[in-house]
């Protein structure tokens, strides 16, 4: 794998540093339905002052580029991005979550991590199930841990545990690897079913995060936008568990909020 790690500043973090992982499949055919970590993200950016201190292009992510507005290409990446709360989070957001190599994908972002003194290794994403949920009912949250006292902390705080499945795919299998440097971790998800921009998903989400973070996010603006989002999707007659809204009726609400996953039969997979 060919990686390149662009350092803008440099830090050491001491406040039980954790690191939030937040990526999402780029692949327009998925991304209706399984970009929670990517609103996740986009909606911290926008509402807590995280300061980029890094960047990461790699061969792992999808072969794609960047064209600006003056048509200039470059190479899409992922970013580091930090913030001094009561404890230091490091947050991993970008483009997309890679497509191949993903072990050593993960390897490069918890040695970068682990020089920075991060502990902890927390991971979202959308959980695909065979039975998606419907698109009005708030999501349950799951998820899993890396031990028991993870565990434990989940059940705590109104999440369910996971058991007896196989996860797939990057989100996941930072987790397991994080114990290889020194750090717990643990995965957060929500089943697939609600379309962007996730509203309900999110707020579920940001439930648990906020106290596994010890972060305080203002959600007024999620609560609105899953009022109108049920209202666009009652107005559809969408069958219930079926989400399959336009994407002109979508492209407004996504704007309002500013803006995993291959089929595989019998099997629950989270990206």
Known sequence: MWGQLSVVESLSLSKDPALLVSVSTSNPQYQLLYSQARE??????????????????????????????????????????????ARDVLLFA?????????YEFARSILSYAQKLGVKEVVSVGARW??????????PKVLGF????????????????PLSNETAFYFTNLIVALSPQYGMRGCKISVNHGEPRPHPK????????????????????ELVDQSKRLEEMIKRSGLEIG?????EGELSEERERGGGEEEEQKHRDIYR
């Not at 199930?129 to 708030?138: G, H, M, N």
């Not at 841990?145 to 369910?160: H, I, S, Y």
């Not at 079926?242 to 336009?246: A, C, K, T």
């Open 145 to 160: 841990a890396t031990d028991e006292e993870g565990v434990r902390w989940l059940k705590e705080n109104g999440v369910t």
């Open 242 to 246: 079926q989400p399959d809204l336009e």
């Open 40 to 85: 996740l993200s986009n909606f911290l950016l926008r509402k807590i002052g995280f300061k980029r201190i890094a960047s990461f292009c790699s061969s792992s992510l999808p072969p794609e580029v960047g064209i600006s507005e003056s048509g200039v290409v470059d190479l899409v990446e992922c970013a580091f991005y930090y913030y001094p709360g």
């Open 94 to 102: 970008g483009h997309s979550s890679p497509t191949s190599e993903e």
């Open 201 to 220: 998903s999110l707020m579920a989400l940001l439930t648990v995060l906020s106290k596994k973070l010890s972060i305080n996010v203002e959600m007024s």
């Open 129 to 138: 199930a065979e039975a998606p949920i419907s698109p009005l009912e708030t």
